[in-house]
Structures are given as C-alpha cells and as structure tokens.
C-alpha cells in the first residue's frame, strides 16, 4: 500500500494529533499510527497539565520551577517558548471542550505536584492524558482532510537526496507499504519500555528515537532519564503509575515503620523533584532493607477515592484499598528527557524531517523534567513543528556540543537478543544507579546486539518481535553511551563513581549520531 500526503504524522499522542489539526488547512496530512489511534503515553499521563493560569502564577514562576527542576541544563529559549505559548493552548483546549475538573468558582482546578512553587496543574481526575486525548482525537476523526493509517508501524524513514520524504511502514498482518511526504513529523513518544521496570505502556518502544538515528539525525541527552518514584510494587500486579499529584493533594512516603523518610535526605521532603525522591527511596531500602510505602490513610476516604478514581480501582485489583492500606512503591523508567536533537520549531538534522513530545529533544527539560511539564511540551511544541512543516523543508542548525569521545568495540556474532534480555540488561547498568564497570558491560553487549539486528533487518522487518527488539537495542546502545560518556551525577543521571555535579566540565547538552561523527 502506497500514500502520498502533503505531511506525515507519525504517532498519535498528544504532539501528533495537535500537529496534525493545524497542518490540515494546509494540505492534505497522513497519520501512521501503530497501534489504536487513542493508545499513546497521552493516554497514561495521570496527573495533569501544567500551566501559568492561577493568580498567584506567571510565566516567570513557571519558567523558575521548570529550570530548578532540569538540574542547571535547561534551555532557557525553550523554557520561555513553553511557559509563555503554553497558557494559550491550555486555554484552546478548554475552549474545545476539555473537561478539566472545575472549583466551587467553575474554574480549572489546579493542582500542585513536585518541585512546583504554587498549583498550577489542571487535572481531569486522575486521567488528565485520557481526557486531552480524547478531545484531540474527536477533533482530527471528523476532518476528512485528516487521514489515519492505523495498525501502521513505520519502520524506516526514507531519505531522497538527502533530506527525508517520507516514510516505509509495515501492518501487523505483515503488509509493507510508504507515504510519500515532503515534510514528515515524527511524534512517536517515548521509550520506557527499553527498561525491565516502567510505567510506560507496551508502545513505548523508542521507534522514533531509533529510525532517526538510523537515517543519520542527530540525537541529544539520551543519558537523562527520568524514574518515577512511585508505582505501584506488589508481585503478580502490573506495575502502575501512582501520580505525583497524589502526593500533591497530601500523600505521604514512609518506611515500613511508618515514619516519613525523604525528608532524610532530602529538604523538599515527598515534593522534591522525581529524581531526588527516587534515589532517596533507594537509600531508605538499603539503609533499612524494607519496602517503602505510599499512603493517604490520613486523608478524607472520600475525597481520595474522587480525587484518583484509576488508581483506587487499580490498587484495588491489587487487593489494596487506598483509603486505609500503606501502598508499596518503588521507582520505575518513565519519561526520556533527550531525544532527537531540534531547534525551537521541531526541526531536526535532516531537512524534512522534524520531532515533537518525548520523542524530540529541545533541551527545555535539561536533566530532569518538572512534572506535568510533559503534556504541555506535546501541545505547544507539536503546534510550533506543524507551523514549521508549512514553511518548507530545512535542516535545524546545530546548537548542541558535538560529541568528543567515540568508543571503540568489538562486534562479534552475536545472536539477536530476547526483549527480556536487553531491557534486565538496561535495568541492571543503566537504571537509577549508574557506574563505569555496568555501563562499560552495556555498551559492549548492546553493540554486538546492534551489529546482529543491522544483519538482519532487512530480512526480518515484517516480524513484529523483532522490529521491538530491533529499536529497543537502538535506543538502548545511544543512552548507555551517552550515561558512560557524561562523568558526573545530574537530574536523572546518577554515577556512583562521579556522584557530584560538574559544571566547569558537562555543563552542556551533547549531540551524537549512531554510527559515529560525520
């Protein structure tokens, strides 16, 4: 099957579907999703969507909290692009029909989570993702102009003279066609599932950060990786996101004692940011070799089971009440804070080829992301590369530091690796805790697998096992090389061996290409 469209979207989350809406005034705009068009991290995100709207509130706090957050790494041009236009497309969206929760006055709710100054966060309940996506997708199903390729994976951009027109697709049932595109966006989202423990769903698998690298775009800050402190830990339960609003409506974190501990290590106490919580978690169960647990027994039951009706039902499941029971927790892979490298405007390396949402990274999250900041990104950015796509195509220019260290390795002939494989490799030496020897070991065995999957690839690209695997070894290999190149701790990069931050040598955001300098 072959498409030919003015612009092609590929994903389905929020920055696809935002982009989408407004390329469809301007030509005719292909979707490729690979799953169900409402399926995307979108979807998953609990908490809600931060925004400057309150009156206690200004883009300024916002940019403020957003650069405290990112661990000095922060782009301050992209920080401002987000706090100022975010208010705006926050309030489009209500102007569509969001159903964000409302107080006593009829305006938005707004919640407080971690590392933010004030409440900020507009929340439908606890499905805030659920309902923006819905809105969108209401919207881009009934414009004929918009046409959506589901169960239609994309599996390798295509490159023309250099810049990318288009890309090759493959559909569950093995079917291999392309879409023709002179302007191409890739909205794919993120890749927690590369890791063993994640609250991402099953999509989650780093494609798009995989076909661009594969087609020679540059990639950025893949060594920063956000996990959530708190998801669900109970055996033979899935692993499920336990939002960070919980803790902002009063949730605590305690031992099995039932003493509040963060604050041990941390002064924020249970509102520090995700990745001083996470590492103060870990230091609570090595110090006391117990479980740490989240609980809202305190807490009005009713208000609780309103508040987050999802996770009362899922704790549930999992014979827990949230009302009354402490709610065992640990960390889990949740957001990627690097990506594909662009500029403001979502373009990449490659002429005709732009990213938006998780998948691209501007720099705005630095080290670490504030909560809540995620969803905006996607709104505001996927609009910003939508405008862009409609000026015609050209290459971002470079604004990242080069990498300066290639790692020399052995390829030998290896076997294609099992998922399980290359994601308890990923948990073990590149999770929460990082050091030389680990990582040294990842980088070895991800590019032999690397090697073993390039060889087969053209072979095996309608095997659906093997194109997850393929992308998760991809994406896989970039972040163990960048977590072993950057020699210092910093947001969601902790070395054990380089445990402070080091500004006079990585204050900067690194740029690489798989296959080296070009």
């Known amino acids: 099957m072959n498409v030919r469209g003015d612009f092609l979207v590929i994903g389905s989350g929020i920055a696809g579907l935002r982009a989408a809406i407004a390329l469809a005034d301007a030509g005719d705009v292909v979707v490729l999703t690979k799953a169900d068009p409402r399926e995307s991290n979108t979807g998953y995100a609990q908490g809600g969507i931060a925004a400057a709207l309150g009156p206690d509130d200004s883009p300024e706090l916002h940019a403020s909290d957003t650069m405290a957050a990112g661990d000095g790494l922060c782009v301050a041009e992209a920080v401002d692009v987000l706090v100022r236009e975010g208010p705006r497309y926050v309030r489009e969206l209500i102007d569509w029909g969001a159903a964000f929760d409302r107080d ?12 933010h100054s004030v409440r900020r966060v507009l929340h439908a309940r606890d499905a805030t993702g659920r309902e923006i996506a819905r809105l969108l997708w209401s919207r881009v199903s009934a414009d004929r102009r918009i046409r959506v390729l589901d169960d239609a994976m994309a599996t390798e951009l295509v490159m023309r003279d250099g810049a990318c027109a288009g890309a090759e697709f493959v559909t569950s049932a093995g079917e291999q066609g392309h879409v023709a595109a002179s302007q191409t966006l890739l909205a794919t989202g993120g890749a927690g599932q590369v890791f063993r423990e994640t609250t991402n769903p099953a999509i989650a698998t780093g494609d798009g950060i995989a076909m661009a690298a594969f087609a ?23 692993r499920f996101l336990l939002s960070e609003a919980m803790r902002g409506e009063g949730a605590r974190l305690v031992n099995q004692a039932g003493e509040a501990f963060v604050q041990r290590y941390e002064p924020a106490g249970d509102l520090a940011s995700r990745d001083l919580v996470s590492r103060a978690i870990v230091r609570e169960v090595e110090r006391t070799g117990a479980p740490v647990y989240l609980t809202m027994a305190h807490l009005d039951p009713d208000f609780v089971r309103s508040r987050f009706p999802m996770i009362a039902q899922a704790c549930a499941d999992a014979g827990l009440d949230l009302t009354r029971d402490a709610v065992p ?32 990274c501007t720099g705005v999250h630095g080290a670490n992301r504030l909560a809540s900041n995620s969803l905006l990104e996607g709104l505001v950015f996927g609009a910003r590369a939508a405008a862009a796509m409609q000026s015609g195509p050209r290459a971002a220019s470079g604004s990242f530091t080069d990498a300066g260290r ?51 690839r053209h072979d095996r690209i309608s095997d659906a096992a093997f194109r997850r695997v393929s992308s998760i070894v991809t994406v896989g290999f970039l972040i163990v090389r960048a977590a072993l190149r950057r020699e210092e701790s910093r947001g969601g990069h902790f070395r054990a061996d380089f445990p402070s931050r080091d500004d006079l040598h990585w204050n900067t955001h690194v740029s690489d290409l798989l296959h080296g300098q070009r």
Do not use: K
Request: proline share 5%; charged share 20%.
């Open 216 to 238: 020679g775009a540059r990639v950025a800050d893949l060594e920063f990786v956000q996990f959530h402190p708190t998801v669900l830990s109970v055996e033979g339960a899935p």
């Open 406 to 456: 290639t790692f020399t390795v052995r390829r030998d002939n290896s076997s294609i690796p099992t998922e399980h494989e290359v994601r308890d490799l990923m948990w073990r030496h590149a999770g929460l805790v990082r050091n030389r020897e680990g990582l040294e070991q990842a980088v070895a065995r991800l590019a032999a697998w690397s090697c073993a999957v390039d060889s087969a």
């Open 329 to 360: 927790i640990s960390p889990a892979a949740h957001y990627i804070m690097g990506g594909v490298e662009t500029d403001l405007d979502g373009r990449t390396s490659l002429p005709g080829l732009l990213a938006a949402g998780e998948v691209a």
């Open 104 to 115: 006593a006055d009829g305006q938005p709710a707004l919640g407080r989570e971690g590392a």
